[in-house]
């Protein structure tokens, strides 16, 4: 189940705290349930996948050609369809649901989700520019970006050139964060740390990319108690 990934919720941050007395930041996420809408075979399109639904929505929402695309499936309607590529076709059947039970095995996720939208931004604050001197000749330009082409060759603005606009709302992917906790009966996952985006913020989550080898904060605790345990050898 490591191809497929789930849509949450950001609920807020909090804290989890350990018998050893440490503490850990954690992001909560409300895990929504997934549904297989439809099975894509290889024979069909070329290659395997399968699209899942996430969310409700109301019908009277739907284009006439959603509504019949929902009902020929026999499945209610769902907010947002999203195909996933995968390797084994075996373990989707359509209408199965999926919730955060698939990430039980799994230490590690990717959340991928929007910044926090700062609106219009100047070059200083968005991208950490140090700005002009505050003295010797500077006149009314201590925080512009300085010089922003060239005089006649080749006399234009480079594309691509910092400078002043809109700052966050855009995607970003966080990579390798450990899960600290998972409820099953609320659906809620917490995440070591902090993610991108505000509350109710869309995260979506899947198993992390990258072959992880480090330990968790519960594994680390575990070798740390083991090593108490071991008597120390005496010295010489």
Not at 124 to 137: C, E, P, T, V
Not at 164 to 191: F, P, S, V, W
Not at 206 to 231: D, M, W, Y
């Amino acid at each position: 189940m490591r191809e497929i990934a789930l849509f949450g919720k950001k609920i807020g941050m909090t804290r989890e705290f350990y018998k050893t007395g440490q503490l850990v930041p954690v992001t909560v996420l409300k895990m929504e349930k997934a549904r297989v809408i439809n099975v894509i075979d290889l024979e069909k399109r070329g290659y395997k996948a399968v699209q899942l639904g996430f969310g409700k929505i109301k019908n009277s929402k739907l284009n006439k050609s959603m509504r019949g695309y929902f009902s020929k499936k026999n499945t209610e309607a769902k907010k947002r369809l999203k195909e996933f590529r995968v390797e084994n076709l075996e373990n989707f059947k359509e209408g199965n649901e999926f919730g955060i039970e698939i990430f039980k095995d799994i230490k590690f996720v990717d959340t991928k989700s929007k910044t926090i939208g700062k609106g219009f931004a100047g070059a200083m604050k968005r991208h950490n520019f140090g700005g002009l001197r505050a003295s010797h000749g500077v006149s009314i330009s201590h925080r512009s970006h300085g010089s922003t082409g060239q005089r006649q060759d080749p006399g234009k603005v480079f594309k691509g050139k910092k400078m002043a606009g809109h700052m966050g709302d855009k995607l970003r992917t966080m990579q390798n964060i450990e899960i600290i906790r998972t409820d099953l009966e609320n659906e809620l996952l917490y995440l070591k740390g902090s993610i991108p985006g505000s509350k109710n913020t869309e995260v979506l989550v899947k198993g992390s990319v990258k072959n992880i080898k480090k330990l968790t904060i519960l594994e680390k605790i575990k070798i740390a108690e083991e090593a108490k345990k071991t008597p120390d050898k005496k010295k010489k």
